[in-house]
């Protein structure tokens, strides 16, 4: 084990931080105030780095381990920010059914990524998604708006889909 | 009152009462996993449910205070169905659990091994399917945590986060991937934990332990060129009769000088004659601060938990922290200079162990700052009142029987003063004997007891007119409750003098390496008081004195080797420094 940050590097501005510190003094002492200044600082952000943790953390004098612990519960928060292109593959029952999984975890070890994680050059991120209404395509995924349906998941496909997308 | 009915018995009990105290009162012993009481009331585990009569229903009754709305309902403690889901409530936990006890570490201490028996587990295996696998993180000098025992009760996670105000672990991810560990998933030694080990004393399985040591220990002793010493602290013999069958609270320090002997340590000291050493360079500091308008209060330094919180939460107060090494490093500093050059022993072949009541103190020698003169460390093993019985246990020796025997002298007697050292206020009171004296004339008749600050309340304030100067000081323990003096003397407005703290609640006696007590022993016994009361007995019955000033060996230690209390040699070998500490908070 050792400390999970993400791969991309932060690049917070001092105008987000500022933003941040006005919202924290704003919301600090109200109850429940910790699950909006997360989702404010969300929405600051895009993701939820340690950088900002540990900010949140100083400011509201709350462990960081707590925060950290209400962010990896609630599937709202993400530690990683999203790729320029972001892949989702269908994991509705039609896809699953049809290979969805084995096609997600190749991709997955194609880019060496977890689910919701980022390349370091943040060219891809990946998740699983729920039914997107192309159940007659499946298997599907998309990576941004672009569809792709009846995947075959051989390696030649995945590789030739994943490089038409570039920085 | 309410009248409530618990298995058709008629109990009439305050509001707001639990049913399993209520229970408890009419000598029904409800089992429980994860309550641990005042610190971890959560309900979770379901173990102690009770069913309410008539509806069927099943409740927590950890967490269930008994209302108005509940006049003459009935409770059944252990009815077919309250019996049936604590076995499968157990069942499902041992699906996820590595069942190795056979060569698991808290086995035979477990309190989630004794409830699987009392509560008739007769299938380990009954519910098969999916298993977490975690490493096991081993990276802090002091513990390790192996999370495939977890069984996520988060009695760790309240004592850390509760009681010590640190913090440091929590519960992670969610449903069946929970998991308790650090933020980020990162190491426990890149985090700002304090090694206090409270965790460990309230883990019910062996998902935390601290750092095993016995096995070089046990290489020392076989070792022919090595000479192979022993010290231990004032706590230990407090508690290492509980693991031999003594109640709590019975002192056993002849019975453990003798089965360190019986070990085959060359020579058996006593931590005793470091903390009357420890009182003699404290009292003296603080005397010196307060004449020469230094930094104040002076905040004690013995416990490295507390010294480690204080490096990582309150850096600014370092100047207030004493610069006295602890006791257990004094007697090891001593040893490996002073006893050494008096045995005509190379002090490179000797072999310093302690048998500590705390799991910090294995961190403790490992730092930078606490060697002596020359390139060897203060001290080489540390392990914890635990281990040692599990020594004596390995050995065979047969602790209850052992005729008594002394500490071997130099180094092996030590006041009254110095044995409260092992309870919290204990610290104070020895410093304000030996305080007091030098203010007062250095009078024989001076006071000897400074009741104010006895006792196991988590913060105690007193004020004493010495010689007609004020003397304020104050004593807390656990970290939680230090936390709050560290803020008023960071917020300037303290006028204290001289504060002790403790980093585990009660001090050493109930130190994260004391003899395991069973979760229902310790939800209605205090601990605490239980053991300070041993110590307390054996300050009333020392025959050399009850001040450290009136030691005969810590007087000819000064005479033959170092001069005065606060010279220059003292500060060389028993004084230290603190820096800020980089652990993530």
Not at chain 1, 64 to 69: F, N, R, S
Not at chain 2, 487 to 492: P, R, V
């Amino acid at each position: 084990m050792a400390l999970k940050t993400s791969a991309v590097p932060f690049k917070g501005t001092a105008a987000q931080e500022k933003k941040l510190l006005e919202t924290i003094s704003a919301l600090k002492g109200e109850d429940g105030s910790l699950m909006r200044i997360l989702q404010e600082a969300q929405g600051l952000y895009g993701y939820l780095p340690i950088e900002v943790q540990r900010i949140i953390s100083e400011e509201l004098d709350i462990p960081l381990e707590k925060i950290y612990g209400v962010v990896t519960f609630y599937s709202q928060f993400s530690l990683n920010p999203k790729g320029k292109y972001k892949i989702a593959v269908c994991m509705g029952t039609a896809c699953y059914v049809k290979g969805a999984g084995d096609i997600l975890d190749k991709i997955k070890s194609k880019l060496g990524l977890n689910t919701g994680g980022v390349t370091s050059d943040g060219l891809f991120s990946i998740e699983d998604c729920r039914c997107i209404g192309a159940c007659g395509l499946a298997p599907v995924m998309m990576i941004n708006d672009d569809v792709y349906g009846k995947l075959e998941g051989t390696d030649k496909e995945i590789d030739d889909i994943l490089a038409k997308y570039s920085l | 009152m309410v009248n409530i009915k618990i298995n058709g018995m008629e109990c009439a009990v305050a509001e707001g009462t639990t049913v399993l105290e209520a229970a408890r009162a009419k000598g029904i012993r409800i089992p429980t996993l994860c309550w641990l009481k005042g610190t971890n009331e959560i309900g979770a585990c379901r173990i102690c449910v009770v069913e309410s009569k008539g509806t069927g229903k099943l409740l927590a009754s950890c967490v269930y205070p008994v209302s108005k709305a509940d006049e003459g309902r009935e409770f059944l403690t252990h009815s077919p169905n309250v019996l049936e889901s604590r076995k499968t409530t157990l069942e499902l936990l041992l699906s996820d659990h590595d069942k190795k006890c056979l060569s698991c570490d808290r086995s035979g201490k477990c309190d989630f091994q004794d409830l699987c028996r009392s509560l008739g587990v007769d299938d380990d295996e009954r519910f098969e399917g999916a298993r977490n696998q975690y490493e096991i993180d081993d990276s802090a000098l002091h513990m390790y945590r192996d999370n495939n025992k977890c069984i996520n009760c988060r009695r760790c996670v309240a004592e850390c986060g509760v009681t010590q105000g640190v913090g440091v672990i929590g519960a992670n991810d969610r449903g069946f991937r929970t998991n308790i560990g650090c933020a980020f998933d990162m190491d426990l030694a890149e985090s700002a934990c304090v090694s206090c080990g409270q965790c460990i004393n309230v883990c019910p399985t062996g998902a935390l332990s601290e750092k095993d040591n016995t096995k070089e220990v046990w290489a020392a002793l076989g070792d022919p060129e090595k000479v192979v010493v022993v010290q231990t602290a004032p706590a230990v013999r407090a508690s290492i009769g509980e693991a031999f069958g003594f109640p709590m609270g019975t002192p056993v320090q002849g019975k453990l000088a003798a089965a360190l002997r019986q070990l085959g340590f060359k020579a058996v000291f006593d931590t005793n004659f470091g903390a009357d050493l420890t009182v003699m360079e404290e009292a003296t500091e603080l005397l010196q601060r307060v004449q020469n308008k230094g930094v104040l209060p002076m905040i004690t330094s013995c416990s490295p938990g507390w010294v480690r919180y204080c490096e990582a939460y309150y850096p600014e107060l370092i100047p207030n922290l004493s610069s006295c090494k602890s006791p257990q490093q004094m007697t090891g500093a001593t040893i490996k200079t002073y006893w050494a050059k008096k045995m005509n022993v190379e002090p490179s072949k000797i072999v310093s162990v302690s048998v500590m009541p705390c799991v910090a103190k294995k961190f403790e020698i490992s730092r930078l700052d606490q060697k002596g003169q020359g390139e060897y460390p203060d001290m080489d093993i540390s392990i914890t009142t635990r281990e040692l019985a599990k020594m004596l246990d390995k050995a065979g020796i047969r602790f209850a029987e052992l005729e008594e025997c002394v500490f071997d002298s130099p180094i092996g007697s030590g006041t009254g003063a110095a044995v409260i050292f092992g309870a919290t206020g204990g610290v104070m009171e020895a410093a304000l004997r030996t305080a007091v004296w030098k203010l007062t004339g250095e009078s024989k008749d001076s006071p000897v007891e400074f009741k104010e600050v006895r006792g196991t309340k988590g913060i105690k304030y007193a004020e004493y007119d010495v010689g007609g100067t004020k003397v304020k000081v104050a004593v807390a323990s656990g970290l939680a409750n230090a936390k709050k003096i560290c803020d008023e003397i960071k917020k300037g407005e303290s006028d204290l003098h001289f504060v002790e703290v403790m980093a585990c609640p009660g001090g050493c006696v109930n130190g994260g390496g004391q003899i395991f007590v069973p979760s229902d022993t310790r939800n209605f016994t205090d601990i605490k008081a239980e053991r300070a009361k041993a110590l307390y007995t054996l300050d009333e019955g020392n025959k050399v004195s009850r001040k450290s000033h009136e030691s005969p060996e810590i007087k000819q230690l000064y005479d033959e080797f170092l001069g005065e209390p606060g010279s220059h040699k003292a500060h060389e070998i028993l004084h230290t420094s603190y820096r800020k500490s980089r652990g993530i908070k």
